[in-house]
C-alpha cells in the first residue's frame, strides 16, 4: 500500500538555528498537506500544496512540492521555542477516479528547540 | 462551540469490553473522518464519512470496529472485544466539503487504553 515516510525522526537545534524535514511518497500524489502537532495536542493544519513543483511561504515557514509529486519539504528559518512540536506531511495518492479523500500521513519529524 | 470535541477524552477498558467513542464534527461539515495514533507514530486513516454515507472504511483493522454517522452530525466509533493493541489516541476530524482539498480540522482524541 501507500507509504508516506519522513527524515529525520528527530531533530534538535539551538533556537535560532534552521530545521528542514524531508516527506517521500511511495506513490505520486494528487496534494500535499501540513500538520503541526505540539506534545499532547491534536494536529494543526498548516498548509496544502497542490501543483507540481510549488512553493509556499509562510512567515519563516517554507513548503515545496517536489515536480514528479512524490515528495515535499518544510524548511523552517531561525527556529523559535513556539516551533516546538511534531511536524506531519499528509499525502492524498491519485486513484483511478482521481484524487481520494484519504489522507495518508507521514512518520513525522519531532522538533526540540533549545532556548 | 467553534471546534471538534471527543469525548470521553480517556477511557480504560478490560480486554475484551466493548468502548463507544463520540465524535462531534464542526457544524456543516460534510466530510467526517476518524484516525488511530499510536505512540510515537503519524495518524492512521480508519474511516470516511460524507454526510451520513460511510464512502470508506479501508482503514479499519478488523471487523471489530464499526462506525457510524446516521445523520450526518455526530459520529460513533465503536470497538467491540477490545484488545491490547486497540491502545491508542483516536482522532476524528471534519472538513468543511466533501471535495477532496479541503483542511482537516482535528479533535482532541480519545485516549483509549486497554488493561
Known amino acids: 500500500g501507500q507509504q508516506v515516510m519522513q527524515i529525520p525522526q528527530y531533530q534538535h537545534v539551538q533556537e535560532g538555528e534552521d530545521f528542514t524535514t524531508y516527506c517521500n511518497s511511495s506513490?505520486?500524489?494528487?496534494?500535499i498537506q501540513w500538520y503541526k502537532q505540539r506534545p499532547g495536542g491534536h494536529p494543526v493544519f498548516l498548509i496544502q500544496?497542490?501543483?507540481?513543483?510549488e512553493v509556499k511561504k509562510q512567515k519563516r515557514l517554507t513548503f515545496q512540492f517536489g515536480e514528479a509529486k512524490k515528495n515535499s519539504s518544510l524548511h523552517i528559518t531561525a527556529t523559535q521555542t513556539t516551533d516546538v512540536g511534531t511536524y506531519f506531511c499528509?499525502?492524498?495518492?491519485?486513484?483511478?477516479?482521481?484524487?481520494?479523500?484519504?489522507?495518508?500521513f507521514g512518520t513525522g519529524t519531532l522538533l526540540a528547540v533549545q532556548p | 462551540g467553534a471546534g471538534v470535541s471527543q469525548s470521553p477524552r480517556y477511557k480504560v477498558a478490560k480486554r475484551g469490553q466493548d468502548v463507544a467513542l463520540r465524535c462531534d464534527p464542526i457544524?456543516?461539515?460534510?466530510?467526517l473522518f476518524w484516525y488511530q495514533q499510536a505512540l510515537g507514530q503519524g495518524p492512521e486513516f480508519l474511516t470516511y464519512?460524507?454526510?451520513?454515507?460511510?464512502?470508506?472504511k479501508s482503514g479499519l483493522p478488523s471487523d471489530r470496529f464499526f462506525a457510524e454517522r446516521p445523520e450526518g452530525s455526530v459520529s460513533t466509533l465503536k470497538i467491540q472485544r477490545t484488545q491490547q493493541e486497540d491502545s491508542a489516541v483516536y482522532l476524528c476530524?471534519?472538513?468543511?466539503?466533501?471535495?477532496?482539498?479541503?483542511?482537516?480540522?482535528f479533535g482532541p482524541g480519545t485516549r483509549l487504553t486497554v488493561t
Open positions: 476530524a471534519s472538513s468543511v466539503s466533501g471535495i477532496n482539498s479541503y483542511e482537516q480540522y
Open positions: 506513490t505520486t500524489l494528487s496534494n
Open positions: 500544496l497542490v501543483k507540481s513543483g
Open positions: 499528509a499525502g492524498r495518492s491519485m486513484n483511478y477516479g482521481g484524487a481520494t479523500n484519504k489522507l495518508i
Open positions: 457544524s456543516g461539515h460534510v466530510s
Open positions: 464519512f460524507q454526510n451520513e454515507a460511510q464512502l470508506d
